[in-house]
C-alpha cells in the first residue's frame, strides 16, 4: 500500500489548505483513513480520521475548523484545513488503519503569523 499525500504548503494564519491524500495498491475494507500530524520537538498527534463507513474522530484543537472526508471510489481522504493557526505548522502525515497501519510521507504545512 502506497499513501501519496499533497497540498501543504505556507500559508497566513487565518488562511485556508486543502490536503489530499490518495491510497493505491491492494488493501482491505472497512478501513480507516486519516491524518496525523508532528510539530518540531513533539510527538505525532492524531489531526483526524474517517471510517469508510464514515465516522469521524478529531481532536479538540482542530473541532470547527477542520474537516475530513473521503472518496471511497478513489481511495483518497481529503483535509480541508480552515482558519489555520501558528500552532497548526507540523508535518503532515496521512494514514490508513487496516490490518495493519500504514504511512504516507508527510506534507509540510507551514502557517506564518
Known amino acids: 500500500v502506497q499513501l501519496q499525500a499533497s497540498g501543504g504548503g505556507l500559508v497566513q494564519a487565518g488562511g485556508s489548505l486543502r490536503l489530499s491524500c490518495e491510497a493505491s495498491?491492494?488493501?482491505?475494507?472497512?478501513?480507516?483513513m486519516g491524518w496525523y500530524r508532528q510539530a518540531p520537538g513533539k510527538q505525532r498527534e492524531l489531526v483526524a480520521t474517517l471510517t469508510s463507513g464514515g465516522r469521524t474522530n478529531s481532536a479538540d484543537s482542530v473541532k470547527g475548523r477542520f474537516t475530513i472526508s473521503r472518496d471511497n471510489a478513489k481511495n483518497t481522504v481529503y483535509l480541508q484545513m480552515n482558519n489555520l493557526k501558528s500552532e497548526d505548522t507540523a508535518v503532515y502525515y496521512c494514514?490508513?488503519?487496516?490490518?495493519?497501519?500504514?504511512w504516507g510521507q508527510g506534507t509540510l504545512v507551514t502557517v506564518s503569523s
Open positions: 495498491g491492494s488493501f482491505s475494507s472497512p478501513n480507516t
Open positions: 494514514n490508513m488503519q487496516t490490518f495493519r497501519n500504514y
